[in-house]
């Protein structure tokens, strides 16, 4: 047990000040290198074992939050090890198959596109190396076996490349904070993932300090931050809030399930350093084939941030109150953590196993459970964290909640 613990619980009374905290920290963008990921959540395997329980002096979950709200951070560059577990059966492939055909399906098909080439961080383990100099230098390296893609941001100019295929990905902003912009569409790094995180603090939340650790090589408070809601399958949340400069060094959720954490991201290696200046720039390597982005920079990196990770599932759409109609025609019933959006596709429901056939029969059935209701039938389909009411008459059920939760929702609507 860390030298100080603190179990300071947001109490009715605090919840104004704690959201103040949060908007403050939900406006601070931390220039790291943060790029689009079409996938339903990202994260880590364990990054760093902790290293001994650091003596820092006290203090409240408040103060924390103001800490991440006000980090400064211009210069750094580190090293973080990425992976994501679901708790999804083994597809046999057919995973590659499906992401290989949405790829063709948008955009220009270059396999140095962010928006499909970052897809790759939503299973398995991955190390990614940033760094960052100021809002318009930011770069991300995902280092693969025997190959390596890069992400780059220079100014107005956005850089993918892909060294296995030896494809090169432009796109250009109309001023670097457009360029900025949709870089930070998604969180992939744990400053990202936390900032997120903290936009679903309100009175539905328990928020507290619980000791100190350790996170490559830096002292750092532990931030937890857990779902009052019972039907949530968010357990907690915890922060590693680097002591000195605020920084969030490693971010971990862990099912209300149970066992290994859905989404683990942390530095294993930071500095605050300015990287060299030449750690920015991009040369077309010779025989390179380069795609130029259509939309000149708008929306380059396709998508709106909200498969990108947590902070959709965790953050947005969350306050205390139904939202009524959302974006086309969704919905987004109940409060807090256990908040369900709602659709109708206006078509049949999902094709059980046998009527889709092949791989992709064999994928749905191992992930819908059919369940009966005043609703009618329907299949939920169920991750560690994100799980999906499909009626037979086509309404969609979604959320961070159990089946029971959206079985209640689909019987009341």
Excluded: C
């Excluded at 399958?233 to 920084?247: N, P």
């Amino acid at each position: 047990m860390a030298p100080y613990e603190s179990d300071d619980s947001t109490s009715a009374g605090e919840t104004d000040d704690l959201r103040a905290g949060r908007r403050k920290a939900a406006r601070y963008v931390v220039p790291v290198a943060v790029v689009g990921v079409a996938a339903a959540t990202i994260g880590l395997v364990p990054a760093l074992a902790d290293s001994g329980d650091p003596n820092l002096p006290k203090i409240s979950a408040q103060q924390l939050i103001e800490k991440i709200a006000k980090s400064d951070v211009q210069q750094m560059s580190g090293t973080v090890k990425i992976s994501t577990d679901l708790g999804l059966p083994d597809l046999g492939g057919l995973e590659s198959s499906l992401t290989s055909g949405a790829t063709r399906g948008s955009g220009d098909g270059s396999s140095a596109d962010p928006s499909a080439k970052l897809t790759e961080l939503a299973t398995g383990t991955h190390t990614v190396r940033v760094a960052a100099d100021g809002p318009d230098r930011q770069k991300l390296s995902l280092l693969e076996n025997a190959a390596e893609y890069s992400l780059i941001h220079n100014g107005k100019d956005v850089w993918g490349y892909d060294s296995r295929s030896n494809s090169v990905y432009h796109s250009t902003g109309h001023d670097s904070a457009d360029a900025r912009k949709k870089q930070e569409q998604a969180p992939a790094t744990p400053d990202q993932l936390a900032k997120e995180a903290l936009k679903a603090v309100d009175g539905t939340t328990s928020v507290s300090v619980q000791g100190t650790a350790q996170v490559a090589g830096r002292d750092a408070y532990r931030l937890v931050i857990k779902p009052k809601d019972a039907g949530s399958t968010v357990g907690q949340i915890t922060v590693a809030v680097d002591a000195k400069t605020g920084l969030p060094l490693k971010f971990t959720l862990t099912p209300a399930s149970g066992g290994a954490a859905v989404i683990d991201a942390g530095f294993t290696q930071i500095s605050f350093a300015r990287p060299a200046a030449s750690t920015f720039d991009f040369k077309t390597p010779k025989g390179a084939k380069v795609t130029e982005d259509k939309g000149h920079g708008k929306g380059s990196l396709k998508g709106d941030g909200r498969h990108g990770a947590p902070g959709k599932d965790l953050g947005k759409g969350m306050p205390g109150k139904d939202l009524g109609k959302g974006p086309g025609g969704m919905n987004v019933i109940g409060e807090g953590w256990d908040s369900i959006a709602t659709f109708d596709t206006g078509g049949k429901g999902v094709p059980s196993g046998s009527e889709a056939g092949g791989q992709f029969g064999g994928f749905l059935d191992s992930l819908g459970d059919k369940v009966t209701g005043k609703f009618g039938s329907g299949t939920v389909f169920k991750t560690r964290l994100i799980n999906a009411l499909v009626t037979d008459d086509g309404k969609v059920y979604v959320g961070a909640v159990d089946k029971d939760a959206l079985v209640k929702a689909a019987n009341a609507g």
